[in-house]
């Protein structure tokens, strides 16, 4: 599956508006045009941020998708109230599942899962190889195909996403430049939690 982590600035004291429009207006919707809602989460140390993850089968179904929503009536009638919302929202990395996502039943999550991201940056590409980290929900690697849907943007960068349920504790390997850690908190409508 094609993945991607998309990470939003929010206006201040914005992010409940957007979550509130997102899970009521983008998930099904999206859904029903061949893309997987896989998980919306609140960032736990930064206020300002919304993280999502969209999945979708391959690069022509992300296309389809993707132009099919954006040119539709939802995102005509919606958008506009969601980009309000945002100062930016273009931080996305396009990825490829090396361990897959586990979705579970969406509006089961408990309200206080959190869920660690360990996204990890090099000069060189990863290799396909998983990481030893036994608490590893998912491992994800930079999808290398063109991005052929250019009005949404994706970052140009080497990267290796771990989820996991506590912070990660594997060793970081030596071509690794930069690290980010996330502590995300799924919405209620999350699948992933």
Request: charge should be negative; proline fraction near 7%; aromatic fraction near 8%.
């Amino acid at each position: 599956m094609i993945v991607e982590l998309r990470r939003y600035t929010l206006r201040d004291g914005r992010r409940d508006e957007l979550i509130d429009l997102f899970d009521r207006e983008f998930v099904e919707t999206q859904e029903a045009l061949g893309m997987a809602v896989l998980g919306q989460f609140r960032d736990l140390d930064r206020p300002d941020q919304f993280v999502w993850l969209r999945g979708f089968t391959d690069m022509s179904s992300r296309r389809a998708g993707l132009t099919a929503f954006y040119s539709g009536r939802v995102w005509a009638k919606h958008g506009p109230a969601a980009n309000a919302t945002m100062l930016d929202s273009d931080d996305v990395l396009l990825l490829r599942e090396i361990v897959p996502l586990p979705v579970f039943d969406r509006g089961a999550a408990h309200p206080a899962t959190v869920l660690h991201a360990t996204i990890w940056y090099s000069a060189c590409p990863f290799p396909d190889s998983v990481p030893s980290a036994d608490e590893t929900l998912a491992v994800l690697r930079t999808e290398y195909a063109e991005n052929d849907f250019p009005q949404l943007p994706v970052r140009d960068e080497h990267a290796l996403v771990l989820l996991s349920r506590s912070p990660l504790q594997a060793d970081v390997p030596t071509q690794v430049v930069k690290t980010d850690n996330l502590r995300l908190c799924p919405t209620r409508r999350s699948t992933l939690h």
